[in-house]
């Protein structure tokens, strides 16, 4: 993304007072043009959000369009931005309850919004929407009294571990959506797999798990029990590593 062309339209609602507008008044805005990329990715994937679709929806040529945004690759970043700007982030509470309400609105953004695990999360279109997640898990883990040295550190380890499961998350979703299946439903067509291919020998420990049960429900509450105690170590770690 060219800086120059996507941080005027990030930042579009924060010009400053007074600032001054040129071009004529447009008949549509770039919220629209955001909002109904949006609005198709959900519903059919981020590959169907082509500017051709997206002015088609609007009711508007092609063309007409590049005058709102410059490109697909621009108004992809603005819809991540936008999405991310959605879900609610609460101050109250301790701050390890801050961090699991983050959590658990990440996990949702990414279940409403499965397409953004198909965008790299590595360079991510600075606008008000990375700011805001990045400014409160930033604040929460700082009102640990961590050294503020450490303070990024420890926030970029939180925001990697969720970030890394929502993208998961989102994954299954699109998987869902496009065979049909859930995880749980896509292993028992691969039951005959245990007897016929699985080499318990080679295997030892995964055997002795399943012996005892250690894998526990389905394949989604497997998942939901390895994010809880992953987070609530990392949490405890951060705490520790504070008071020490």
Do not use: C
């Not at 929806?57 to 410059?70: E, F, I, K, S």
């Not at 949702?108 to 953004?116: E, I, S």
């Not at 394949?219 to 939901?224: D, G, K």
């Amino acid at each position: 993304m060219n800086p120059d062309r996507i941080l005027p339209l990030l930042w579009r609602g924060n010009r400053p007072a007074g600032a001054a507008r040129t071009g004529r008044r447009p008949g549509l805005s770039v919220d629209a043009v955001i909002d109904a990329g949006i609005a198709i990715a959900d519903a059919e994937g981020l590959a169907a959000a082509s500017m051709a679709k997206v002015a088609a929806r609007l009711g508007v040529g092609t063309m007409t369009l590049y005058t709102y945004v410059p490109s697909r690759t621009e108004l992809v970043g603005l819809m991540v931005d936008q999405v991310l700007r959605s879900p609610e982030l609460s101050g109250e509470g301790s701050w390890q309850d801050r961090i699991l309400g983050y959590a658990e609105s990440t996990l949702t953004t990414y279940r409403k919004h499965p397409w953004l695990s198909r965008v790299p999360a590595v360079r991510p279109p600075l606008g008000p929407g990375t700011f805001r997640s990045k400014e409160f898990v930033l604040a929460a883990v700082a009102s640990t009294g961590l050294p503020l040295t450490r303070v990024n550190e420890a926030a970029n380890a939180i925001a990697m571990f969720v970030t890394s499961a929502a993208r998961q998350e989102g994954e299954n979703e699109i998987l869902r959506r496009e065979s049909g299946l859930s995880n749980d439903a896509w292993w028992l067509a691969r039951s005959g797999f245990w007897e016929e291919w699985f080499d318990a020998e080679e295997h030892p420990t995964m055997t002795r798990l399943w012996h005892a049960d250690g894998y526990g429900g389905g394949t989604e509450e497997q998942a939901a029990a390895a994010f809880a105690y992953g987070l609530r170590l990392l949490l405890n770690g951060i705490a520790a590593d504070a008071g020490a």
